[in-house]
């Protein structure tokens, strides 16, 4: 038989094992025809600006472990990939190539600057193919989506024109987050907060000091706001006054409202309508006018008078010197701290203005629905348990984000994306006014027959075209229909939704995920997704966000698959791992785990060696004597079979309940501490193992390929083409790729308890003979002679002799029978029917006495404390009950430990 090579190279299998898994087909749930229950994973698309990154890899690394794991165990798995166009990202990376170019998108025509950025995007996404390749993703290609292709922009104007029509989506004058950098609106959650220190001001304002660290939006403050009951302004409220100013008098007025707040600065302030989302609401409430003062340049209007046209920020001092010399300058904190608005993508500070934009409504109810809204039915939708959070505690941060939602700022000023489908027939132009929302440019006004229609260019905010992913990828809305009030799915939209999981990162929670359940609730009135599973920010060794805006210490997959595989890569993403909480990933793990693979890989080699054929079709010039002998089973492999069972167990629990990190651990140490430490050693000295051998191989690649899947197929192959009779292959018994080799049953039968505390026990007292040969400086090629004493023990001693002689590394081992103990040895309690002593000049008597003597020294100095603490009834009232089990528990093992050392004392004398 051919043997592995001595060492695993990942770059020599991986590329061509993916190419056969893709060839195969069964990426592709229809190919299974068996399967029947589904389970859908709609891959997150990965902004189309470039290159994933390592925080990406977390993504597939966790989705290709649940896909695999439940294709194996002959589910319908289908995991949908596909790439987001990312308007405001993929633009402003190609505005900074033509910055570099000289040029601006202003200096060529619309269709010019997209067809530039689709190519940028196009490029983008076959280097995000090859990277999620690269991975070992098995996600299902041919279902491959875009956001911006013909059905999924198909489904967006669907949408948009179906919440138009029931009222959801409307045109108004609101205010918004405006990005004076990116020439566009922003949601509330692409606004992003740094801590910034600035000077506070405080001003006189008439009869009042009001305080601002933004004293360039207060040109057109006019409203003074006090609490209903401050007393110190109650003679205030309803007056009006003039009140000098930046610019001169103006006509002031006092309000009464809870919103402000007595115990900050003078209890008083002035509201600015058209730069702040607080006073908007305010200036609604009270009928105020709204007025901009700051343009969409960050210039002022107007409305500031002889600062027209000057930037706001870079004035604000020169408007402060205005009012000191008018004597309105109060006082000045110089080291005011607080949180700058800035934009998500590019860092500038974001201004809030009144902006007319569409909106989707939140609160409004829909009939359909049972008169809900969307906001209560995204609600509704967790807290029913329909849609289960993984870890819980983001359900608070869910809920949080929901109740405090306000409407959605859908339209954005940029070129790329998807268009509203919104046409205006001009005054202008000779028509009538109407405003028109339909699929395609209509040929002419419906109402006034003009045909010049001026198509609104605002494109939508990516997160609307995102919320439909799982279930416009699955082909609606061509795929439902509505029939006497309910939706009809069919094809794989009724085949795929709801999708079974939606792992993602928490920071995009309230971004993404809590969209996609608003808009899954109102197309397809169903949650979409069962189970939401949270993973933490992958983090690089400064404990700072991997992302692509930071290059330094961008981990390029790419970059590290080369060199240790992207098996290593990927189970160093998940060993110490749990959802919600943050994984330091640099080189030096993912080399650690490069360890583990090639262990695994030789653990193979060394089955592998034997040459058998696990089927039990037996090699010939076996004689009868070996077939029996390797039908009785010792207790190792008692052991060994029992392990497996509840290895196999406590690992598909692990990963039906999204522990996978426990999953990976349980595993690693099962199959390095357990199978490489013991059991492979063990079979060096009991002979006829084969059997077992290629059943434990076969197990643990099965147990392993969804963690680490090109390495286990790769070893599957060698077995499937080396070791199995073809006649198996043809009946289907060693399918054609481990990826759909069905997921391993633990036999319960051989579950044997009594085996394993057997050999904890041999393993426990070889342990010990190794750590008393590592303490005395006994090198690991010195054989050395040891006895045991055992009362009732002593047949499964004599049972394992050969055993503990090898792995003890002992030349003799002598089983006592008599309750006569040997002196000058070294003494080792093992159990309470277990001792050994190793009568070997280790080391002179009386040093052993001495080191022993220092030891019991110890324990007693720390145990005197402990007993006068524990004997004090004060500390039994006061302390947690917790702490008093805990020091209990310390005193009690400290007495065991005195008690050995006692009694190993005495054998010395």
């Known amino acids: 038989m051919q043997e592995l090579d001595k060492t695993y190279n990942a770059a020599q299998f991986e590329d061509a094992i993916y190419r056969a898994w893709e060839a195969s087909g069964y990426f592709n749930p229809d190919k299974l025809a068996s399967a029947k229950e589904p389970f859908t994973i709609s891959m997150p698309p990965p902004n189309a600006t470039g290159t994933l990154h390592t925080g990406h890899a977390m993504m597939l690394v966790l989705q290709d472990l649940m896909i695999r794991f439940n294709r194996m165990r002959g589910k319908k798995a289908l995991w949908v990939p596909g790439t987001d166009h990312a308007s405001i990202a993929s633009q402003n990376k190609v505005e900074k190539q033509l910055a570099k170019e000289g040029i601006t998108r202003h200096d060529m025509s619309r269709e010019e600057f997209i067809a530039r950025i689709e190519k940028y995007v196009e490029e983008s996404r076959s280097t995000i193919r090859n990277q999620i390749r690269k991975m070992g993703s098995s996600c299902d290609w041919s279902r491959e989506r875009y956001t911006l292709d013909e059905g999924l922009s198909h489904a967006v104007k669907t949408i948009f024109i179906r919440m138009h029509s029931d009222g959801l989506i409307y045109r108004g004058n609101r205010i918004v987050n405006w990005c004076p950098r990116c020439k566009s609106t922003l949601a509330d959650d692409e606004v992003k907060y740094k801590e910034e220190q600035a000077p506070f001001y405080y001003l006189k304002y008439g009869p009042v000091i009001i305080g601002t660290v933004r004293p360039e939006t207060k040109f057109l403050d006019k409203t003074i706001v006090v609490h209903p009951d401050d007393p110190r302004y109650k003679a205030l409220i309803g007056q009006e006054f003039d009140v000098e100013w930046i610019e001169g008098p103006v006509r002031a007025h006092v309000i009464a409202d809870a919103v402000a707040d007595m115990t900050f600065g003078s209890g008083a302030m002035t509201i600015t309508p058209g730069h702040s989302f607080e006073d908007f609401e305010l200036a609604q409430k009270y009928h105020l006018p709204v007025e901009k003062v700051i343009d969409e340049d960050g210039n002022f209007t107007e409305a500031a008078g002889s600062f027209v046209g000057k930037n706001a920020r870079e004035n604000r001092a020169a408007i402060i010197d205005v009012l000191r010399k008018k004597g309105l300058v109060d006082r000045v904190d110089e080291h005011y701290t607080h949180n700058l608005s800035v934009c998500y993508r590019c860092g500038t500070p974001v201004d809030p203005l009144p902006s007319l934009q569409w ?160 808009m899954s609730e109102y197309a397809l009135r169903e949650e979409p997704f069962k189970t939401v599973y949270l993973h933490g920010l992958v983090l690089d060794i400064n404990r700072k966000k991997m992302s692509k805006s930071n290059e330094e210490t961008l981990i390029d997959p790419l970059d590290v698959i080369p060199k240790y595989g992207a098996d290593a890569l990927r189970i160093s993403m998940l060993v110490g791992v749990t959802p919600g909480n943050d994984l330091l990933l640099g080189e030096e793990k993912i080399a650690s785990y490069r360890n583990f693979i090639n262990k695994l890989w030789n653990i193979s080699r060394f089955i592998l060696q034997f040459g058998m054929d696990t089927s039990g079709v037996d090699t010939p010039g076996r004689s009868d004597t070996q077939k029996k002998k390797r039908d009785t089973h010792t207790l190792a492999d008692a052991w060994i079979l029992s392990r497996l069972a509840r290895t196999i167990e406590s690992v598909t629990r692990a990963l039906e309940t999204f522990h996978f990190a426990q999953a990976a651990e349980e595993l690693r140490a099962f199959t390095w501490d357990e199978i490489a430490d013991w059991y492979l050693e063990i079979s060096k000295v009991e002979k006829g193992k084969h059997d077992i051998l290629f059943s434990l191989l076969e197990k643990i690649l099965a147990l392993w390929h969804p963690f680490t899947p090109f390495v286990t197929e790769v070893v599957y192959q060698h077995i499937r083409e080396n070791v199995h009779p073809k006649t198996k292959h043809e009946k289907g018994e060693h399918p054609a790729t481990l990826m759909i080799h069905p997921w391993p049953v633990a036999d319960k039968k051989t579950i044997n308890e009594k085996a394993e505390k057997e050999f904890a026990l041999i393993r426990t007292l070889i342990q010990t003979i190794r750590n008393a040969r590592a303490e005395h400086g006994i090198p690991p090629a010195q054989k050395i002679q040891a006895l045991i004493w055992s009362k009732r023990l002593q047949p499964l001693i004599a049972d394992n002799e050969q055993i503990i002689k090898h792995l003890a590394r002992l030349d003799f081992l002598t089983i006592l029978t008599t309750e006569e103990k040997p002196h000058n040895a070294v003494f080792l309690k093992i159990s309470d029917d277990i001792e050994a002593y190793l009568p070997l000049g280790m080391r002179k008597t009386e040093e052993e006495r001495v080191k022993i003597k220092k030891e019991i020294d110890t324990l007693q100095g720390l145990l005197t404390p402990l007993n006068n603490r524990l004997a004090d009834q004060e500390f039994h009232k006061g302390a947690p009950r917790h702490i008093v089990e805990k020091e209990t528990k310390k005193r009690d093992e400290y007495i065991a430990s005195l008690e050995t050392l006692e009694e190993q004392l005495k054998k010395l004398i």
Not at 414 to 429: D, N, Q, S, T, W
Request: proline share 5%; glycine share 6%; with cysteine.
């Open 359 to 518: 909106f989707v409504d939140v609160d409004k109810k829909i009939k359909h629905r049972k008169d809900k809204s969307l906001k209560e039915l995204s609600l509704e939708a967790v807290e029913s348990g329909s849609i289960t959070i993984i870890p819980n505690q983001f359900e608070k941060r869910y809920f949080q984000w929901m109740h405090n939602l306000h409407d959605w700022c859908i339209s954005r000023q940029i070129a790329f994306g998807h268009r509203l489908p919104v046409y205006y027939c001009e005054k202008e132009g000779g028509g009538c006014g109407e405003t028109i929302v339909a699929h395609e440019p209509p040929a002419h006004c419906p109402k006034c027959k003009n045909t010049f229609l001026r198509h609104d260019e605002d494109t939508l905010d990516t997160w609307f075209s995102s919320a439909l992913w799982t279930f416009s990828t699955l082909g609606w809305p061509d795929n439902a229909e509505e029939k006497h009030g309910n939706i009809i799915k069919k094809g794989d939209l009724a085949a795929f939704h709801p999708t079974s999981v939606m792992e993602t990162g928490y920071d995009i929670l309230p971004l993404w995920v809590a969209r996609m359940i608003m």
